[in-house]
Structure formats: C-alpha cells, structure tokens
Nanobody
Framework: QVQLVESGGGLVQAGGSLRLSCAASGRTFRTYTMGWFRQAPGKEREFVAAISQSGGPTYYADSVKGRFTISRDNAKNTVYLQMNSLKPEDTAVYYC????????????????WGQGTQVTVSS
C-alpha cells in the first residue's frame, strides 16, 4: 500500500509555470512506476506523464510534450511535474498515481491515486 498526496497547484497566468509535487508514504517508493493524470471540467481523466521506477524512461502526452517534465527523487519519496508555458487548456485537477510494474500510460493500470490538486491557468 502507498498513500499519495499532491501539492503545488494554484492559479497562474498563461505562459507561466508551476511545479506539482506528489509525496508518497512507505519505504517502497522506488518500486513504483509513477504517473500524472488530469481531469478538466466536463471531460474524462487523461494521461499526462509517467516515469519508471529508476527515473529512466519517461512518457508524455503529445499535448504537454516539450512543456512538462516529470521527475522523481526516490530518497524523498516524491515525484514532480514541472509545467512550463502553461495554457488555459491545461486547467484541470491533476492527480498522481502509482503502480508496481512496468511504466504505463493507461489510468486503468494504476493501483493507487492521490486526491488531486487544482491547476487553473488564466488567459
């Protein structure tokens, strides 16, 4: 079992930056693949980014590629999402998620979820 707590959301103007953090409980964080997903009002939750246990392979949705960067610090049990050049269409609740096997972009593959953090980008 792992518990996930996101932080770092807020209100930012278009073109600005935010860094989201997701802190995980437990001593086995390094065994989890981590992902970020988001859900905009009236839309389904969608994949944003994922990172392998070692921090090596990463995957991004096309809509955020080149603007967002996922990273992790296994010593701090934390995964980050650096978001640059934010756009109004990035407005959503952002969730982090964990799974114990290979990296995946499918939300159904993830076993543990945080409560989400709101990101609002004004135009």
């Amino acid at each position: 079992q792992v518990q996930l707590v996101e932080s770092g959301g807020g209100l930012v103007q278009a073109g600005g930056s935010l860094r989201l953090s997701c802190a995980a409980s437990g001593r086995t964080f390094r065994t989890y693949t981590m992902g970020w997903f988001r859900q905009a009002p009236g839309k389904e939750r969608e994949f944003v980014a994922a990172i392998s246990q070692s921090g090596g392979p990463t995957y991004y949705a096309d809509s955020v590629k080149g603007r967002f960067t996922i990273s992790r610090d296994n010593a701090k049990n934390t995964v980050y999402l650096q978001m640059n050049s934010l756009k109004p269409e990035d407005t959503a609740v952002y969730y982090c998620a964990a799974r114990t096997v290979v990296i995946s972009t499918r939300q159904g593959d993830y076993d543990y979820w945080g409560q989400g953090t709101q990101v609002t980008v004004s135009s």
